[in-house]
């Protein structure tokens, strides 16, 4: 099993739907979640960082944290097409202070 | 403020052969990572370095070196490249290991023949 997982996708919506991206994670004891987006042909930046249980809002952007259930998600509300893009989930592994991505969602939003 | 600069932009090279990829970050941060990314399967780090003088591999570190040449420089090494070493290279770098904000570089794309 990937230690953390996400649905490769496409996932398509239409403009000013909210998007949901999922990922799973296998390591108990993470405490750390990132998101970050990978525009076609650039290098990945960080849209959030979330470390405990809840949602955290950032403008348009809400991730949310379940450790139990050792899943966090990202929602964005409003989409646009500038919103296009692959959306990569990292996971702090605590015993090693390394960050694991997983393989990314590709989002389309059509106008 | 650059931020990550990395050099070359691209490469292409032929099997046996070797190159250094550099990376440099003006941001005074204490660690810094080489990444690798394929098709499908995402981001994989090969070497990291937590500060100063320290290095450690990370999942994929077999055929590659690095160097952490000071604070602000952290090179990787192909010495003898193959073929499954083609691959887009990202140098990053954070404030501390781990749990903080990872700032990438503009990737390097290589390809061996």
């Known amino acids: 099993q990937k230690e953390v997982e996400q649905n490769s996708g496409p996932l398509s919506v239409p403009e000013g739907a909210i998007a949901s991206l999922n990922c799973t994670y296998s390591?108990?004891?993470?405490?750390?979640f990132f998101w970050y987006r990978q525009y076609s042909g650039k290098s990945p930046e960080l849209i959030m960082s979330?470390?405990?249980?809840g949602d955290k809002e950032d403008g348009r952007f809400t991730a949310q944290l379940n450790k139990a259930s050792q899943y966090v998600s990202l929602l964005i509300r409003d989409s646009q097409p500038s919103d296009s893009a692959t959306y990569l989930c990292?996971?702090?592994?605590?015993?090693?202070?390394?960050?694991?991505f997983g393989t990314g969602t590709r989002l389309q939003v059509f106008p | 403020n650059a931020g990550v600069t990395q050099t070359p932009k691209f490469q292409v090279l032929k099997t046996g052969q070797s190159m250094t990829l550099q990376c440099a970050q003006d941001?005074?941060?204490?660690?810094m990572y080489w990444y690798r990314q394929d098709p499908g399967m995402g981001l994989r780090l090969i070497y990291y370095?937590?500060?100063?003088?320290?290095?450690d591999k990370g999942e994929v570190p077999n055929g590659y070196n690095v160097s952490r040449l000071n604070k602000r420089e952290f090179s990787l090494r192909l010495e003898s490249a193959a073929p499954s070493q083609t691959s887009v290279y990202f140098c990053?770098?954070?404030?501390?290991?781990?749990?903080?904000?990872?700032?990438f570089g503009p990737g390097t794309r290589l390809t061996v023949l």
């Open positions: 990292a996971v702090c592994i605590d015993n090693t202070d390394k960050l694991i």
């Open positions: 941001m005074n941060h204490n660690s």
């Open positions: 390591d108990r004891v993470s405490q750390s």
């Open positions: 990053a770098s954070s404030e501390v290991i781990g749990t903080d904000t990872q700032y």
């Open positions: 979330i470390y405990s249980n």
């Open positions: 370095s937590a500060s100063e003088g320290t290095t």
